[in-house]
């Protein structure tokens, strides 16, 4: 069960994620592309809920050692990282971290659980609502907070999950979710995970990884702190988006697949309890495929236009101008005359000539498109 053969030598070892849901999966889905070698080949999928990983010409005892190592390796700073520095998961919960994380430090134990769990779709409906195990960590699954609670009438009840699929989870916060962080005292943050229904290679995921988990993305990611708190959630996910290196934004638009930024918006109250305030799922595929033509434009007269995006976006920020960094975001995704009017008018009024006039006569080409 699990391993298929095909065409000739050639071994597919086939892993499913449970169905917890969307943000649940990517980040298990995460946790596990995350781990696997550079050399492997691999396919990932997502349709109906769940992803399938397809992995070539690996055993299982190497797929379930590279996790092990991968967990040997980031223990420390996964703890570090969600108790200490996010406070996404509470100083009481230490231990059991601690023990999840240690018991998955040996290749046996996953390669056990992956044979039982992993191998066939639809290990959720054996956990979840009502179900014993590890209560979820409120921001692995964030429909079950306060806001959604209300929203949909869900009776607070436990959502039991196994040890593999709780520190494969906190594996793939740690390498895919991007928290951005409100200056203190406030206590708020956004964390946005990118994630996909269609299918992907496991090369676009992993340098996607690396880009987000990158000294330079992370500085960014600061920068953006003093204003995160005026811009709303979808602002703020494009213009990250911007700063993606070229090779990178091609590959996720040139994949087989639908992206969408799946994007909480969390508090931490009084003794490191983490509230949700919001859970958004923003759709980024025409945006990336304005950034596209706007490296094409780039290509063809050397014009840096991403460049200027990325620059004037940084002047408005800092002059507060946050309605027009809106309209500018707006009219990338829409591409439509009046946004791009509304979008020009504002920047031009408030930047005046310079990088802002040059910028809005490339934004016009955008507008021929479909
Ligand atoms: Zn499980």
Redesign the pocket.
């Known amino acids: 069960m699990g391993i298929t053969f095909c065409r000739g030598e050639k071994m597919v070892l086939k892993l499913f994620t449970?169905g917890?849901g969307a943000f649940m999966d990517s980040l298990i889905m995460y946790g596990l592309v995350s781990s696997l070698p550079s050399d492997t080949k691999c396919r990932v999928s997502c349709i109906a809920g769940f992803f399938e990983i397809n992995i070539e010409n690996k055993t299982f005892q190497e797929v379930a050692s590279a996790i092990a190592g991968n967990i040997h390796g980031h223990a420390e700073s996964i703890i570090s990282h969600l108790i200490d520095n996010l406070k996404v998961v509470q100083k009481g919960s230490r231990g059991r971290l601690e023990s999840y994380l240690n018991n998955h430090k040996q290749p046996e134990i996953i390669a056990d659980?992956l044979k039982r769990?992993y191998t066939s779709p639809g290990?959720?409906q054996?956990?979840g609502r009502y179900h014993k195990?590890q209560h979820v960590w409120l921001p692995f699954y964030p429909h079950l907070g306060k806001y959604f609670t209300g929203e949909y009438k869900y009776s607070p009840a436990n959502y039991g999950?196994?040890?593999?699929?709780?520190t494969l989870a906190a594996l793939g916060f740690y390498k895919a979710a991007i928290p951005i962080r409100f200056t203190p005292p406030k206590t708020v943050s956004h964390i946005i995970l990118l994630s996909f229904e269609g299918e992907v290679s496991s090369e676009t995921l992993a340098n996607m990884l690396v880009f987000v988990g990158s000294d330079v993305f992370s500085g960014l990611v600061n920068e953006l702190r003093p204003m995160v708190e005026n811009l709303p959630l979808t602002t703020l996910t494009y213009f990250l988006l911007a700063n993606f290196t070229s090779p990178l934004i091609y590959m996720i638009h040139e994949s087989k697949a639908i992206w969408t930024a799946l994007s909480m918006t969390l508090d931490i109250v009084k003794g490191q309890v983490v509230q949700i305030r919001g859970y958004e799922e923003i759709s980024i595929d025409r945006y990336l495929s304005s950034l596209v033509h706007l490296m094409q434009i780039d290509k063809k007269y050397n014009i840096d236009s991403i460049g200027k995006l990325v620059t004037v976006t940084k002047r408005l920020m800092r002059k507060g101008e946050t309605a027009a960094i809106e309209s500018l975001y707006k009219f990338l995704n829409t591409r439509s005359y009046i946004d791009l009017y509304s979008s020009i008018r504002q920047i031009i009024k408030v930047l005046e000539e310079g990088p802002g006039k040059s910028f809005c006569e490339e934004l016009v080409c955008l507008t021929q498109l479909a």
């Open positions: 449970p917890h659980n769990f290990h959720a054996y956990e195990g999950v196994c040890p593999t699929c709780i």
